[in-house]
């Protein structure tokens, strides 16, 4: 039902049916939206060139994945960051709050990968690259806008005529242009070394990607392409033979298949069990190949024998020593995970199934000394729930080490703040210990990396491999042309097949989606932005790399501040995960859903069934009766009072029920006053009428304290001393005491000419807390604020805004009664104010009579 009608004319509603006579969120939140969109209330000033005196604030959304639907988590970055744009604008401030969304490179590439097969049971290689990007457009445009509409359903007050995607041509221009640049500079290059691999999705991955999970001892685990689970979680021991004697040296290791790459076996030099075997050679029992013995200090003595194996290919460890004793890499998997490079019978062998015909041949050949339980980490792939390998790959990287140091810097100088300031620790040991990035994925959706290996027609003018950018082919070919001093006939181009990292297109994105590197307005008004907030765990993957890129290509901080909130974990403390069933759309917080609908959620997911099941029954455990309809305000409220500093949130969904029953308790509280104001009262133009009894004077002390902890809150970023000032004002403060406090006053209203002043006095005592409490609770709760500011009179009906949404954020310099010479009066006699009216704190309700007005 739609809570007003529209006026052709005017800009705010015209006319409004009465107040029911309790609070529905979905009555509430039914028409604002798209009111305060049409208005144009988000929008920043309608000439951004123009000098705003009270300075301008920008922040851009951290965009979500375009591969589907928000979560808790998003519902919570979502909730901070419209509280704060809310507040700025609210303070008059230019403001702009940038939305976006992230092509999501890998997340999205499965999610389609699935629905192909799912569908019409082909790969994307049997369509190949071209009709598979056809596809995964088709997708998104069909389904891309669903985040957009849980944002708006958030209240998110985005600006929307300026939304970005990532793969959109003018973002996509700039991260052309900035890998150019990089590359011609020499900030970006192209190496050989280990990745994370994932053989299913047949792509390197960032560390992000990686889940580590944990092991205490031998565990079986599923993996992709294996029918039987795999062994993990154990230390097999082996030895090997000393060339030229009856010796041996054991050896043990996690990975027993690897072995089949080994080209050393490590030692500690100070290590005296070993130290006659300087200059040995061991035999390997099923290659041709001979193997030094190498003395490093990374071995552990106490580990085991104290002797290592070495596979330089295929360990980042062991790729060190292997650099540092100038050992042979041996490279024995391919990118499916199939051997290679070995001897029969493991040549073609899938990596698992080789780990047991390498024990058994071990064993045949009596060189099998133990197995026994080891606790152990196992990197999995988070997209793909594949075992990652450490795979050696020629990729492009970019050298962090100047811009590591300059973002280091900038914290250390004060150019930059992160709040809360304990992640200070963690920014600096990556800053200042950072190695260089790999950007380049092995993936069809994305952006195709813009350089092209060239070769000559004439060998000779060759000096060997050698790559272009270029911002097309022919921009490539006479650079090429030019480096080789020959005419571009005879050069031929292979354009590079892999796209860059997600991560990369990203980290511009606070200046791309200005048009970087085109001059523009919005470029010169809103870069630098104002402030930066979102998880803490994407510190290093997304803020650190905006900081880098930021004063690489532009030589400016994208951001003066960034605010880290917590990660929202469910009421157990676990990571949300959707084969826990621990996922939750907000939108099902806002309006509700039955355990039956949640089950039906899981059945549209990729997951399988197994999983499916287990999700099931933590629905079930967590849900049993579904979820009550809670709304809007009352899921950001929640958010925003549980964001306590440098904790995880640990979030029982029921508990933003009693959020949603503040929420009734504000409608039946601002129905009393009105009805107590009456349909002609008309507040002062003046803010306050000097008040005089003792509880008026008391309830404005209230409020002005309230104003100035909400200042203080929001710019500390303390979001629970926000909604506690505001929780207590309202219901224990203006409900509990002062509203029992004035009923005898309205009582006695037209007793005598004194009795009437004091009542009008009453009256605008009463419309200024309502009125400025109402806008204190704006940025929190926009719609059911909006909704009852509607219904109050104004001070200035011809000048006042339209909307609370733009109207002025109350603080400390409001002409509210501040004078506390009174406070020791009020402190002898609120006892007895709350005896008389038999008052307890814990009553919630604001009651009048006859009570049932505000069942």
């Not at 005017?10 to 509430?28: C, G, I, N, R």
């Not at 005196?53 to 589907?68: A, E, K, S, Y």
């Amino acid at each position: 039902m739609c809570s007003f009608f529209f006026s052709q004319k005017k800009a705010k509603p015209e006319k409004k049916d009465p107040l029911p006579d309790s609070y529905s969120p979905q009555y509430v939140e039914a028409a604002w939206y798209p009111w305060w969109e049409k208005q144009g209330f988000f929008k920043p000033e309608k000439s951004v060139s123009e000098q705003n005196p009270h300075g301008i604030f920008m922040m851009c959304i951290p965009p979500p994945n375009v591969t589907g639907s928000l979560h808790l988590g998003h519902a919570l970055t979502n909730a901070i960051q419209d509280c704060l744009t809310r507040w700025h604008r609210m303070r008059g401030e230019t403001t702009l709050w940038n939305p976006g969304c992230d092509h999501a490179g890998i997340a999205t590439q499965v999610v389609v990968e699935k629905k192909l097969m799912r569908e019409r049971g082909m790969s994307r290689h049997d369509l190949g690259r071209e009709n598979f990007i056809q596809e995964v457009w088709k997708w998104k445009n069909e389904k891309g806008d669903r985040i957009y509409h849980q944002l708006k359903k958030l209240g998110s007050s985005l600006d929307w005529d300026r939304a970005c995607f990532t793969m959109d041509p003018k973002l996509s221009y700039a991260v052309q242009e900035a890998f150019i640049r990089m590359h011609e500079e020499g900030v970006i290059y192209r190496s050989k070394r280990l990745v994370n691999w994932s053989c299913t999705l047949n792509s390197a991955i960032s560390d992000i990607e990686v889940d580590k999970r944990e092991l205490t001892g031998r565990t079986l685990l599923p993996v992709p392409g294996y029918k039987e689970k795999v062994e993990f979680g154990v230390l097999v021991s082996f030895a090997y033979k000393i060339e030229g004697s009856d010796e041996e040296v054991v050896v043990a290791t996690t990975r027993i298949e690897t072995m089949l790459g080994d080209t050393a076996v490590a030692v500690h030099p100070a290590d005296s069990r070993y130290q006659h075997l300087k200059g040995k050679m061991v035999l390997h029992p099923f290659c041709d190949r001979k193997m030094p013995i190498v003395f490093d200090d990374f071995v552990d003595m106490s580990f085991g024998t104290g002797a290592v194996k070495i596979t330089p290919a295929h360990d980042h460890n062991d790729y060190e020593v292997g650099v540092r004793h100038n050992l042979a890499f041996i490279n024995i998997l391919d990118e499916n995970g199939l051997l290679i490079n070995v001897p029969p019978p493991f040549l073609g062998m899938k990596r698992f199934e080789a780990r047991k015909a390498v024990l058994q041949a071990l064993k045949d050949r009596g060189q099998f000394k133990e197995i026994k339980d080891n606790p152990m980490v196992v990197p999995v792939c988070s997209r793909s729930k594949d075992i990652v390998e450490p795979l050696l790959k020629p990729q492009w990287y970019v050298n962090c080490t100047d811009m590591g140091k300059q973002a280091a810097d900038a914290v250390r100088e004060g150019r930059l703040k992160i709040i809360p300031d304990h992640h200070l620790k963690t920014w600096f040991n990556w800053m200042d210990n950072i190695r260089d990035w790999c950007i380049s994925r092995q993936l069809w959706w994305g952006h195709r990396i813009p350089a092209y290996f060239v070769t000559v027609n004439d060998p000779s003018d060759m000096d060997g491999h050698y790559w272009v950018s270029g911002r097309s082919e022919e921009e490539a070919r006479e650079k090429a042309a030019k480096r080789f001093n020959v005419s571009a006939d005879k050069i031929n181009l292979r354009q590079d097949e892999d796209v860059l990292d997600t991560w990369f297109s990203s980290g511009i994105f606070p200046f791309s989606i200005f048009g970087w590197p085109n001059e523009s307005e919005d470029l010169n008004v809103f870069y630098p932005g104002t402030l930066l907030e979102t998880g803490h765990d994407i510190l290093f993957f997304w803020v650190a790399r905006m900081v880098m890129m930021g004063l690489k290509l532009t030589g400016k901080l994208p951001f003066k501040e960034v605010y880290l909130h917590a990660v929202v974990r469910d009421a157990h403390g676990r990571k949300m995960s959707k084969s826990l069933g621990n996922v939750i759309d907000p939108l099902d917080v806002i309006t509700g859903i039955s355990l039956e609908g949640l089950h039906a959620q899981l059945m549209d997911s990729n997951l399988d069934p197994l999983e499916v099941e287990k999700a099931k029954q933590g629905q079930k455990s967590d849900y049993p009766n579904g979820i009550p309809e809670c709304g809007t305000d009352a899921l950001r409220f929640a958010l925003c009072a549980y964001t306590s500093q440098g904790r995880d949130i640990n979030l029982d969904v029921n508990r933003i029920l009693g959020y949603r029953h503040f929420c009734n308790k504000l409608w039946n509280a601002v129905k009393f006053a009105m009805k107590t104001l009456g349909d002609n009262f008309v507040p002062s133009e003046k803010a306050q009428v000097r008040p005089e009894s003792v509880s008026d004077r008391w309830i404005l002390s209230r409020l002005s304290a309230a104003v100035g902890l909400c200042d203080a809150g929001f710019k500390a970023y303390d979001f629970p001393a926000i909604t506690t000032a505001i929780y207590n004002f309202w219901l224990y403060e203006l409900c509990d005491v002062y509203l029992e406090s004035v009923k005898p006053v309205f009582g006695k209203a037209e007793e005598d000419s004194a009795s009437q002043r004091q009542a009008m006095v009453c009256r605008q005592t009463l419309y200024t807390c309502l009125e400025v409490g109402l806008r204190l609770l704006s940025p929190l709760m926009p719609f059911v604020t909006e909704e009852l500011y509607q219904r109050l009179p104004r001070r200035r009906p011809q000048s006042d805004p339209p909307s609370i949404s733009v109207t002025s954020y109350p603080d400390t310099k409001e002409e509210v009664d501040r004078d506390m010479e009174f406070v020791m009066t009020v402190v002898k006699t609120i006892r007895s104010l709350r005896a008389d009216y038999n008052l307890t704190k814990t009553r919630a309700d604001c009651k009048m009579t006859p009570r049932h007005h505000l069942n």
